[in-house]
């Protein structure tokens, strides 16, 4: 099911247990202005609540995935009496929250890279548990470039890669290729672009046919028990994997692995 309005910087598309939210302003090139930002926080708001849903794709049309902020908007915005300062504040505390809510979501959210990610655009791919892009795919942080530091991107960017690869791109600005991302780990893989919207929904469906329910809690669970000691991570997932058990789906996916058969998930 597809939906789309004129007004709406975004597509919607739904296909079995995959919510697929499709950036299309190619006018801006898919910049998360304001009016951006706050739709695609909507769909993924949507999405989560959606029980038919349990795999979130967020993609894009046209040549360049996402530029990062709309610098139109930035500059016109310093007309206001402050300069913008205030309306700079809302702006990235908005995008800010928008990372953040993928982060955090209970369903697993794959970015699908055909295209230019740039500065907070590359902050969304980055923000995402998994990325796909195609070999003509291209990254940066170029806000040195301009004068201005790609900081926020950088939250998410240092929390993909690692230091000294996140700080060559944040210093220097550099376009890296869609190869040299998956060897740094900011992307999963690299396919063709003929191949690339068909590997995504692949992977999506794959992860969709698991239990929701385990899903959730290993998402939940990652990033709590990396900002722990050893000692502290295995006392926190000892406690969670305990409780998994009790669910009725680890009851299930148990005797239907003892049983050889498909498991029936509860939520199914």
Not at 50 to 70: E, P, W
Not at 128 to 151: E, H, M, Q
Not at 166 to 189: C, F, H, P, Q, Y
Request: neutral net charge; aromatic residues 4%.
């Amino acid at each position: 099911m597809t939906n789309y309005s004129e007004l709406n910087k975004l597509i919607i598309e739904k296909t079995g247990g995959v919510f697929r939210i499709i950036m299309n302003d190619q006018h801006s090139r898919n910049a998360l202005s304001e009016l951006m930002i706050n739709q695609l926080s909507n769909a993924i708001g949507s999405a989560l609540v959606d029980s038919s849903s349990r795999v979130i794709i967020i993609a894009a049309t046209g040549k360049v995935f996402c530029a990062g902020h709309d610098l139109k908007e930035i500059t016109a915005i310093r007309s206001a009496n402050d300069k913008g300062a205030s309306l700079y504040q809302r702006l990235f505390c908005s995008c800010s929250s928008l990372m953040e809510s993928i982060v955090n979501s209970e369903k697993p959210i794959i970015a699908e890279v055909a295209g230019v990610a740039t500065a907070a655009g590359c902050q969304l791919v980055a923000s995402c548990d998994l990325a796909l892009a195609s070999i003509s795919a291209r990254f940066a942080t170029p806000g040195v470039n301009i004068g201005l530091f790609c900081s926020t991107p950088m939250v998410a960017l240092s929390r993909s890669v690692k230091r000294k690869h996140a700080m060559e791109m944040l210093l220097t600005g550099d376009m890296i290729s869609a190869e040299k991302a998956a060897e740094i780990g900011l992307v999963n893989r690299v396919c063709s672009d003929e191949m690339l919207i068909k590997e995504t929904n692949d992977l999506a469906t794959k992860i969709a046919s698991k239990s929701k329910q385990a899903i959730a809690i290993g998402k939940r669970t990652f990033d709590q028990q990396a900002a722990l000691s050893l000692k502290e991570a295995y006392v926190l997932t000892s406690n969670i994997m305990s409780q998994n058990l009790m669910n009725p789906d680890a009851e299930e996916g148990v005797g239907a692995f003892l049983g050889k058969r498909s498991p029936k998930w509860v939520d199914d």
